[in-house]
Each structure stands twice: as structure tokens, then as C-alpha cells.
């Protein structure tokens, strides 16, 4: 596309945004004002990625109902668009202007030892999961991968899980490899991410499919690596069970084993650099698939609840998906402006704190 083509596409996406206003809310909406894309309009990053502006917010100028509506194209976007991002990262991670300019603080991974089993009895929780994501530095971010990138991310991932040792042993498989029966099997076992996701889709998340794509995992199926879904690497540690203990261990030894062959991009001020803001800083998530039949009768409670702890509420099909019979998904809602170990922390508490609330309902 020429750099008038790009002019015309941002003005008409921005257009459409205010022409729908009373339908669009996403931070992208409320950022990106006329100064702003007018500055930004013809900008680029560095050659050859050459990011415009509008590859970053085509998502969300298309799909109106988007809560961020932004995606980094490459590590560069967050610099070279610093005024629209800024806002935006600091509003969704709720972090206040007057604090310090580093965002994210330094790795650190705690005391391991204080992450227990939530729930030794088995009668909440079905599974619990980390993950974190890492993008390989020197790389553009999914929406500007060349075919050959995703190649070469591919490989490097593949290369660098041949040094994993004890039960983090496992395979590699690309996706083009798995027939979709297979795949579709792989998925509701929540060891596979499928293609699917339209604000994905719209950032260009699914070019090239599949090349590139595919999932390393130990036959116990509790360590996963996802290569180029949203991120070059999705990084994940599972059990069947309440013990997120032993998932943040297995995936802290994970990420160091793939830390001596690969380096990953970070920002000074971010933190870990992932595709989209909401996960920058510790890309974080620690999640627990969880029944907790009557505290979910009264949504209204448990919203509140999940507010007040700072929880995220999701269906157990993945992000976007609806709660079925009073199984949800539960995890930290924050990413950045705190470490791994204090937002892990922040799960169990949270986590404990709703058996509590269960309990008391029984
Ligand atoms: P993310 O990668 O941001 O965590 P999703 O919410 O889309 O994204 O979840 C990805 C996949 O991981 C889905 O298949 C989801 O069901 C699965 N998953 C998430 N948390 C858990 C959990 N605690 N136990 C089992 N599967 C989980
Ligand atoms: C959006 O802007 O709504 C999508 N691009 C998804 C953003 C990430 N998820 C989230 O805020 N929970």
C-alpha cells in the first residue's frame, strides 16, 4: 500500500469512529484525537517493517466494539506512537500520570514456595494455568511477520526446546502437521489456540496460516509452548488441579531454559514487550478454571467482588466466551506496574477469597 492509500484507509477508519459514537467506548477512541492522527497519519517505523499507524489500529476501527482497539505492529509501534499508546497502557493498567516513568518494574519471580495448592480437596478448582508471552527481539510483532519470519520464528523456538530437561521433555509439533480433527481435539483440552478471534483476524493475526504456527508440549500435556499465535511465544504451565504452586514453578524453569537460547524484547518503561497493551509489562496471566455454583447465582456480588480484588471473569472457552454452568474462568486482571510473583500472589489471594465467599453461601 502506498503512503496515500495508508492516509485515506486511517482517515476513514477514524471517520467511522466518530460517526458511530454513541456505540464506540475503546481507548483507542478516546485517544486518538484529529491532532494526533494527523501527526501520526504518514508516520512510520524503522525499514523494512514500516508500521504505519493504521496497522496498529485497523482492529479497532473496524470492529467498533473493541474495549482497546490498538495493537503493537512492532516493538518500535510503542515509541514511534508514544502519545496514543501511553494513554492508552496507562488507562488499561491503571497506572496515573504523575507515576514514575517506568511502568514496569524488574523480573522478579519471589519466593515460589509461598504459591500453594488452592484447593487440596478437589472441589472447586478443575485446573489452573500460567502463561506468559515473549516476542523475540529483533523481530516485528505478529501483524507485519513475513511468511518467512514465522519460518524463522518457528525455528528458533523449536531449536531452543531441544536443551528442556525432565518432565518440561517434550515435542514439537507445527500446525500444518495436525489434521483439524486432531486440532479440534488438541483446542478443548486447552492445550491448542485456535484461529478464530475476529479482532485478531482484523490486525492481521492470521496471515500465512499456518505456516509457522505450532505447540511444543511434554506428553503430561501441563507445559505448553504456543509459537505465533498472538504473541512469538505464548508461554504456559497447566495442571488438572488446584496447584498453582507447582504450575509457577514449572513454568518459571520453562521460561530460564529458553532464556539461554533466545532473547527476548523488552522496553525500558513496558516491561516485556507482548502484541497487545493489555499484556505488557509481566504478559501474565494465572488463571483457574473454577465451579463455584452459588456465588455465581448473584453476578451482581461476584462482579463486585472480582472488581474489588482485581480479578478478570472470563468463559472457560478462552477470552470472549460466555460461562457455562457456573464454571469460569478466573485470573488477574493487571499486568503491568507489578512483579510476577506479586500478581500470582494477587490470583491466590483472590482466589481463596471466593472459595471463602462459597463457603459461606453453603
Ligand atoms: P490467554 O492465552 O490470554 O490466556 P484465553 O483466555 O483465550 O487466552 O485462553 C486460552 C486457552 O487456555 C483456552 O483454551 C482456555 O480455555 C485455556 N485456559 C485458560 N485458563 C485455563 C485454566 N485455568 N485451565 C485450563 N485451561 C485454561
Ligand atoms: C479489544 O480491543 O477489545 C481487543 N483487541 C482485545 C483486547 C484484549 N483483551 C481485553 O481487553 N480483555
Not at 509439533?173 to 485478531?200: A, C, N, W
Not at 486482571?333 to 477469597?353: H, I, N, P, W, Y
Request: net charge negative; charged share 30%; with cysteine.
Amino acid at each position: 500500500k502506498s503512503p496515500e492509500e495508508y492516509q485515506e484507509l486511517t482517515m476513514a477508519g477514524y471517520k467511522s469512529l466518530i460517526d458511530d459514537e454513541e456505540n464506540v467506548s475503546s481507548l483507542l477512541r478516546k485517544y486518538l484525537t484529529p491532532e494526533l492522527l494527523e501527526e501520526y497519519m504518514l508516520v512510520t517505523t524503522s525499514s523494512p517493517v514500516d508500521a504505519y499507524l493504521y496497522d496498529c489500529a485497523v482492529s479497532g476501527f473496524e470492529h467498533h466494539d473493541s474495549a482497546v482497539g490498538i495493537y503493537a505492529a512492532d516493538a518500535e509501534s510503542y515509541d514511534v506512537f508514544t502519545k496514543l499508546f501511553e494513554p492508552i497502557i496507562r488507562e488499561y493498567h491503571g497506572q496515573e500520570e504523575n507515576e514514575s516513568d517506568v511502568l514496569q518494574k524488574d523480573i522478579d519471580w519471589g519466593n515460589v514456595d509461598e504459591i500453594e495448592n488452592l484447593d487440596a480437596e478437589r472441589k472447586y478448582i478443575l485446573s489452573a494455568r500460567i502463561r506468559i508471552a515473549r516476542n523475540i527481539e529483533g523481530l516485528p510483532f505478529f501483524a507485519k511477520l513475513t511468511e518467512k519470519q514465522l519460518i524463522e520464528v518457528e525455528d528458533k523456538v523449536r531449536a531452543a526446546t531441544e536443551t528442556m530437561d525432565g518432565e518440561l521433555i517434550g515435542t514439537y509439533l507445527t500446525l500444518g502437521d495436525i489434521d483439524s480433527e486432531t486440532q479440534q481435539e488438541m483446542v478443548k483440552r486447552h492445550i491448542l489456540f485456535q484461529r478464530g478471534d475476529p479482532y485478531l483476524q482484523t490486525a492481521g493475526c492470521y496471515r500465512f496460516w499456518p505456516t509457522g504456527r505450532g505447540v511444543y508440549h511434554n506428553p503430561a500435556e501441563t507445559f505448553l509452548i504456543w509459537v505465533n499465535e498472538e504473541d512469538h511465544l505464548r508461554i504456559i504451565s497447566m495442571a488438572q488441579c488446584g496447584d498453582l504452586g507447582d504450575v509457577y514453578q514449572r513454568l518459571v524453569t520453562g521460561l530460564q531454559e529458553l532464556e539461554k537460547n533466545l532473547t527476548f524484547a523488552r522496553h525500558p518503561s513496558y516491561g516485556n514487550l507482548s502484541a497487545c497493551p493489555t499484556n505488557l509489562g509481566t504478559t501474565l496471566r494465572a488463571s483457574v478454571h473454577i465451579r463455584l455454583p452459588l456465588l455465581s447465582k448473584d453476578e451482581e456480588r461476584l462482579k463486585a467482588m472480582a472488581e474489588e480484588l482485581s480479578l478478570q471473569i472470563r468463559g472457560t472457552g478462552g477470552e470472549h466466551t460466555s460461562i457455562e454452568d457456573g464454571v469460569m474462568d478466573i485470573s488477574n486482571k493487571r499486568r503491568l506496574g507489578f512483579t510476577e510473583f506479586e500478581l500470582v500472589k494477587s490470583l491466590q489471594d483472590g482466589v481463596v477469597a471466593l472459595i471463602n465467599a462459597e463457603e459461606e453461601l453453603e
